[in-house]
């Protein structure tokens, strides 16, 4: 069974940190690279970081220094940590491999929302 189960988003102010947890299934999770992905209203989802199975990272340009990937292997679990919160960072956030498989769902996803 494929899950992917996202939480931890809310409403922060900016400057604000939150933490985000994906619970994912284990055919999932072992062995491949994990992401994090948002989508802010009326534009199209992107990625934010990704981490290996191995724990390298990378990140993409606007989130460097703020958002840090990790992952624990035996939990079947990728986090999200983002500091220092941008309004432009509100979207919905989603977890799914990387590079995304167009056979694999999606999970419902978090909502965060910066704003004062």
């Known amino acids: 069974q494929v899950r992917l189960v996202e939480s931890g988003g809310g409403l922060v102010q900016p400057g604000g940190s939150l933490r985000l947890s994906c619970e994912a299934s284990?055919?999932?999770?072992?062995?491949?690279?994990m992401g994090w992905y948002r989508q802010a209203p009326g534009k199209q989802r992107e990625m934010v970081a990704i981490?290996?199975?191995?724990?390298?990272?990378s990140y993409a340009d606007s989130v460097k220094g703020r958002f840090t990937i990790s992952r624990d292997n035996a939990k079947n679990t990728v986090y999200l940590q983002m500091n220092n919160l941008k309004p432009e960072d509100t979207a919905v956030y989603y977890c799914?491999?990387?590079?995304?498989?167009?056979?694999?769902?999606w999970g419902q996803g978090t909502q965060v929302t910066v704003s004062s």
């Open positions: 799914n491999v990387w590079p995304v498989v167009k056979s694999l769902p």
């Open positions: 284990g055919r999932i999770f072992r062995g491949n690279a």
């Open positions: 981490i290996t199975s191995v724990g390298s990272t």
